[in-house]
């Protein structure tokens, strides 16, 4: 998502200087909303949701696992000898090491699902935008979620029309 971002922001300031040269009208449109908001992105986004629940359910299993490791080591410490106390401290720090690697494994895979669904939406939802600038005569498209842009008038946004369009191709192809 990182590298298609900072693509996005060079081809946007190349854009810029071209359509600065052209004459017409510049057109804009938000790739975050479109990809958030189409039928495509709703679908992936449920999927990712689905994902993430079930995530949940693992964390809280675990976390309630840890916690009655810990109230069964704090209640059993007077009874237990030195070593046999040792022993279960030892078996519950490599569970919480093992529940922080968890954590970590699960970031880094939504992560990696959410640039996943941006490489997999995004060329899609160019095509689109590219035939509606040429249908439309802009002479360029420029994505308002850019670092480039400093202003636009709503006017000029076309993003709803790329949705509707997106979400028709996409539709089209269940």
């Known amino acids: 998502?990182?590298?298609?971002?900072?693509?996005?922001?060079?081809?946007?300031?190349?854009?810029?200087?071209i359509c600065a040269a052209e004459a017409g009208e510049i057109a804009f449109i938000s790739m975050k909303k479109v990809i958030l908001e189409s039928d495509a992105g709703k679908a992936a986004g449920l999927d990712l949701q689905k994902w993430i629940e079930g995530k949940k359910v693992q964390r809280q299993e675990i976390e309630d696992q840890l916690q009655k490791?810990?109230?069964?080591l704090k209640k059993q410490a007077p009874v237990l000898t030195e070593s046999a106390y040792k022993e279960k401290e030892i078996t519950y720090q490599q569970e919480?090491?093992?529940?922080?690697?968890?954590?970590?494994?699960t970031n880094a895979e939504m992560k990696r699902k959410d640039q996943e669904l941006s490489r997999k939406l995004i060329p899609e939802i160019l095509k689109i935008a590219e035939a509606i600038g040429k249908k439309g005569g802009y002479p360029c498209i420029m994505d308002i979620g850019?670092?480039?842009?400093?202003?636009?008038s709503?006017?000029?946004?076309i993003t709803t029309k790329v949705i509707a369009a997106y979400n028709k191709s996409y539709n089209s192809k269940k």
């Open 146 to 152: 850019t670092a480039a842009l400093v202003y636009y």
């Open 96 to 105: 919480f090491r093992d529940y922080k690697r968890f954590i970590e494994d």
């Open 1 to 17: 998502m990182r590298k298609i971002m900072i693509f996005l922001v060079v081809a946007s300031f190349i854009l810029a200087g």
């Open 154 to 157: 709503k006017e000029l946004d």
């Open 69 to 72: 490791m810990q109230a069964d």
